[in-house]
């Protein structure tokens, strides 16, 4: 028994050794030091008037909310101390990443592209396959993921923490006693992720006033986002905060990735059909698509007008109507029929050049310039 101890912690031991000697670490995990405001910053209030909360109705705690910041942003929630959930979600990026695949702690790439994290009160279902509908469970599975930060198992985690000395004050603020627990460390993920709302734009502002403060090619492109083309049919849902559920775009005939379909079992026609992500921030989160695959809206909207595949699981929002007009609501998204039973063309949109600019142009009204500098939601670490 006494051996297998031994044998255990040794094993944990040279591999912390091998995996600290294949990677140089920059900086000494005890140089690193999170520098917090006197009095929490408050996460519970939001900078304009919207007719809507964006918090799904939960609870904000700002001292909760303070720790989770910290541990975001902790690269010893790594198992070489290397990444953080900020290492991949960054804030001037509106929490995605700027290459199609991201760097985990060993170099390797993630499979997909790296989601923004937006008004997340607002979705039901998170990763681009729906895979995870608890976000308290959702923040602790890029910790263990092999490739994102390699931190298993759970008691590790919770030794590592055990042994940084500013977590002690933190956790008492946040729950009473210093404590450090999973649950702990999650809800306190869980409560920075839903503070990270985002509601300072143009599009919002423009609702209360009736967009009058529009520009005539923002207000096309409004027009033609949710009257025209069908955009706003999947897109424009929880608002405009990404859908909990997902749709087959005809990025590809086959698809590589097989998306919602690689998490069902009972052989339901999911084949490339991925969640329906937000556009809010969508300025500054290239490269798009589950995998990357493009670098600029402009080449999103020319893939919407001109290239979608003919993919058996096409929605049936993205195909040409039977009497050849432009595009009709038919079937409610929730429970559209994967296969569309007349097998209609994929929809050819013959925007032109400048209802394309216009489509750019009105997206951009959905960042949050305030958002992505936001001191609350920033990095605390600084390096002593
Ligand atoms: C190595 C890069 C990397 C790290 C580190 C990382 N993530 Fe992610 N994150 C991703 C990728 C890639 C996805 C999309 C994965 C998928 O859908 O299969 C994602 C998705 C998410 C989402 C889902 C958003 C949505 O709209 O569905 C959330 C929330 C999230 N990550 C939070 C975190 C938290 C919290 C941490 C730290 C505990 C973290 N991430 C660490 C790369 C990373
Ligand atoms: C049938 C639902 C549906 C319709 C209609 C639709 N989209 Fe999408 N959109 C999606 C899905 C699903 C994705 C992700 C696809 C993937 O990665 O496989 C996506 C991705 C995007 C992205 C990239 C988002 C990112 O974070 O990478 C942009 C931009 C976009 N759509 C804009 C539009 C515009 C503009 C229109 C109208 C011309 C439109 N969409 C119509 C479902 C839809």
Redesign the pocket.
Known sequence: MRNKKVIAVSFFGWLTLLLAACVKQEVPAEARVPVLPESPYRYDTLPIDITFDPFGGHEIDNDVATLGRVL?YETQ?SINNR?S?G???FQHLAFSDRTAR???FLDRL?P????P?VN?GL?EA????LRQSELSD??LD??ANH???GLEPRPYMLAKLKNLPYYAPLFAKAFGDSVITEDRVSDA?EMF?RALVSVNTRFDIGRNTGFVHFTEEEELGRQLFFFKFPCSACHGGSELS?LSEAANVGLDMDYEDDGVAGIHESGDPLDGWF?IPTLRNIEFTAPYMHDGRFATLEEVVEFYNSGMQPHPQLSTMLREHTDGGFFSLGTPLGSQSALDPLGRQPLRMHMTPEEKRALVTFMKTLSDHNFIRDPRFSDPFVIR
């Open positions: 975001f929630l990444v959930c290492s991949c979600h991201s760097k985990g993630t997909r592209n790296t989601s994290i997340v979705q998170f990763f681009w396959d959702m923040v890029p910790i490739i994102e930060m993920l992720m990404g969640k």
